[in-house]
C-alpha cells in the first residue's frame, strides 16, 4: 500500500509564494516518476510539473519559470515552490506518483487559493 502525504497549501495574494511538499511511504516502493497535478473547479485535472528518477522535469507552460519542482529521491519526498502566484493558479493540488508503467497513486489533495 503506497501513501502520499502532502503539506503546504493555503491561501496567498498574487504575487506571493507557497511551497508543497509530498512523502511517499509503502512496502517496496518503486518510484519512477513523482510530480503535481490541479484541478480548479469546473475544469479537469491537469498536469503542473513532473521529475523522473534521473532529474528531468516537465512543466505546464503556464508554471514554467515561476514554479521549480524538486525530489528527494533518498527521503521519497517531492517538492513545488510556487512563486509569483497568480489567481489561475488556484485550485486542488495533488500529489502524484507513478511506480513502474502501470500503478500511480495519488496523495488527498491540498487547496491553494491565490487571492486578487
Known amino acids: 500500500q503506497v501513501q502520499l502525504v502532502e503539506s503546504g497549501g493555503g491561501l496567498v495574494q498574487a504575487g506571493g509564494s507557497l511551497r508543497l511538499s509530498c512523502a511517499a511511504s509503502?512496502?517496496?516502493?518503486?518510484?519512477?516518476?513523482m510530480g503535481w497535478y490541479r484541478q480548479a473547479p469546473g475544469k479537469q485535472r491537469e498536469l503542473v510539473a513532473r521529475?523522473?528518477?534521473?532529474?528531468?522535469?516537465d512543466y505546464a507552460d503556464s508554471v514554467k519559470g515561476r514554479f521549480t519542482i524538486s525530489r528527494d529521491n533518498a527521503k521519497n519526498t517531492v517538492s513545488l515552490q510556487m512563486n509569483s502566484l497568480k489567481p489561475e493558479d488556484t485550485g486542488v493540488y495533488y500529489c502524484h506518483l507513478r511506480s513502474g508503467t502501470f500503478f500511480n497513486y495519488w496523495g488527498q489533495g491540498t487547496q491553494v487559493t491565490v487571492s486578487s
Open positions: 509503502g512496502s517496496s516502493l518503486s518510484i519512477s516518476v
Open positions: 521529475i523522473n528518477n534521473g532529474g528531468s522535469t
